[in-house]
């Protein structure tokens, strides 16, 4: 089983909407967690970490459920320039160090 | 905003040959990643150190793939010989480990090395 799973989609909504993804992970004893943003042919760069009570940073909203096991990742009002790769990025801190575990991505692409 | 350096952004090389990468992490992160990114799917960690010590490579093919970190800074892969199936995008990471500060560990990545073998 893969650490972390991510639909890949792709989504493809039009401008102004809502759409959420979501991400799985299979240690239960994972700590952090984070959403990064990739787009075409570009190196991943932190969109926002995950916080336990959940957190948004203007129109992205990130949730926790411990649980279940999964993280959420909700942007509302899309824009043309939220076209990218949506990473779920799981953070066990395990004993050997400092590691991290990516999904595959989810695409999405926002249409004029 | 500090960086992390990688070279060269692209390479282009014929099967067999030796190809190597170079990277630079920001100042004062311990940890450094190097990944695999195939189009369409998620970097793949091929080896991590910790200063200058492989912390996890086991995802790193030994019979053509070396990492080395000698002074715990920079960092260099190699490929050799290169084979068509490595083409892809290489990317590197680094981070400070900051025990028990949870979702402050953040990666950081440089802009990769794009790889196409012919």
């Known amino acids: 089983r893969k650490e972390v799973e991510q639909d890949p989609g792709p989504f493809n909504v039009p401008e102004g909407a809502t759409v959420a993804f979501n991400c799985t992970y299979s240690?239960?004893?994972?700590?952090?967690f984070f959403w990064y943003r990739q787009d075409c042919r570009k190196e991943p760069k932190l969109l926002m970490s995950v916080y336990s009570s959940g957190n948004e940073d203007g129109r992205f909203t990130a949730q926790l459920n411990r649980a279940s096991q999964y993280i959420s990742l909700l942007i509302r009002d899309s824009k043309l320039s939220d076209s990218a790769t949506y990473l779920c990025v799981v953070n066990p801190i395990r004993g050997t160090g400092n590691q991290f575990y990516f999904g595959t991505g989810t695409s999405l692409t926002v249409i004029p | 905003e500090a960086e992390v350096a990688q070279s060269p952004r692209y390479k282009i090389t014929e099967k067999s040959q030796a190809v190597a990468f170079w990277c630079d992490p920001i100042s004062g992160h311990a940890t450094l990643y190097w990944y695999r990114q195939i189009l369409g799917q998620g970097p793949e960690l091929l080896v991590q150190?910790?200063?200058?010590?492989?912390?996890?490579d086991s995802q790193l093919p030994k019979d053509r793939f070396s990492a080395e970190r000698l002074k715990g800074v920079d960092s260099t892969l190699k490929i050799q010989p290169a084979e068509l199936g490595d083409s892809a995008m290489y990317l590197c990471?680094?981070?400070?480990?900051?025990?028990?500060?949870?979702?402050?560990?953040?990666?950081?990545f440089g802009a990769g090395t794009r790889l196409s073998v012919l």
């Open positions: 990471a680094s981070s400070a480990y900051l025990q028990g500060m949870g979702s402050k560990n953040i990666q950081y």
């Open positions: 150190f910790q200063d200058e010590s492989v912390v996890d």
């Open positions: 240690n239960s004893a994972s700590q952090s």
